[in-house]
């Protein structure tokens, strides 16, 4: 079975970190760019960052830019969310997804998507 699984969501406070990881179960992620994905209650979804199949290149939304940073280990098959200075508008449940390289950063469109971790960021 083919699938992304995401881990690492949970609670905190505002001003701090959490790490969401990304793996894959039976196909290798180095193939695909990854995106990260979010997406708050009663709002759109919003693309959060993402990062070439190499990891030679990322692309970050403006609301995150200078606090979050993707990466990708792909001897581990995961690919990474740091997530830094969260704030409460952070709070939505995240989604990492693959598509296959289209020569830039972000996928046209993804193949794969995961079932997503809460993350949740209040005082």
């Known amino acids: 079975q083919l699938q992304l699984v995401e881990s690492g969501g949970g609670l905190v406070q505002p001003g701090g970190s959490l790490r969401l990881s990304c793996g894959a179960s039976?196909?290798?992620?180095?193939?695909?760019?990854i995106g990260w994905i979010r997406q708050a209650p009663g709002k759109e979804r919003e693309r959060v960052s993402c990062?070439?199949?190499?990891?030679?290149?990322?692309d970050y939304a403006d609301s995150v830019k200078g606090r979050f940073t993707t990466f990708r280990d792909n001897a581990k098959n995961t690919v990474y969310l740091q997530m830094n200075s969260l704030k409460p508008e952070d709070t939505a449940v995240y989604y990492c997804?693959?598509?296959?390289?289209?020569?830039?950063?972000?996928?046209?469109?993804?193949?794969?998507w995961g079932q997503g971790t809460q993350v949740a960021v209040s005082s």
């Open positions: 990062i070439s199949y190499t990891g030679g290149s990322t």
């Open positions: 997804a693959a598509g296959v390289s289209s020569g830039s950063v972000c996928p046209l469109e993804y193949a794969y």
């Open positions: 039976g196909f290798t992620l180095e193939y695909y760019d």
